[in-house]
């Protein structure tokens, strides 16, 4: 079963790599709406007397975004590309059960997430000097 999965996983990611729409959703598009926020407002308030920064206000939402690209657009569209192609139906035949494809859509899809999270922290931390506040935490 875990070898199944490993070969579903390789072959899947190099599907969804090539395919690009799930890369440039899921991790260009949050990347460059941090760059492009950073650039605008960078370390203003959110507003006047603010104790945080609209960017550190927007990190949240850039980050569902990041998020929400994959679970919520890339995998109804692929499961939905897979049935008009007639492949969920081909691989009914195979000892490879339908959930095994879904999960390891889910972990791609959470693989892209992730990427797409340090990314975005990252260039925010580096660039913009955002701060997660871990106060909200504990």
């Avoid at 859509?105 to 701060?131: C, D, E, K, R």
Wanted: with cysteine; proline share 3%.
């Amino acid at each position: 079963m875990m070898k199944a999965f490993k070969t579903m996983l390789k072959i899947e990611l190099k599907l969804s790599l090539r395919g690009m729409d799930m890369f440039i959703f899921s991790i260009c598009l949050p990347v460059v709406m941090i760059i492009i926020l950073g650039i605008i407002y960078g370390n203003k308030p959110a507003y006047e007397g603010a104790s945080y920064t609209f960017l550190e206000q927007s990190f949240g939402a850039i980050s569902t975004i990041a998020i929400c690209a994959g679970g919520v657009m890339g995998l109804p569209l692929l499961i939905s590309d897979y049935r008009h192609k007639k492949i969920l139906k081909r691989l009914q035949v195979t000892p490879v059960s339908q959930s095994l494809i879904l999960a390891v859509h889910l972990v791609i899809y959470g693989l892209y997430a992730v990427i797409s999270l340090i990314f975005v922290w990252g260039i925010a931390t580096l660039f913009f000097n955002y701060q997660i506040c871990l106060a909200i935490f504990w």
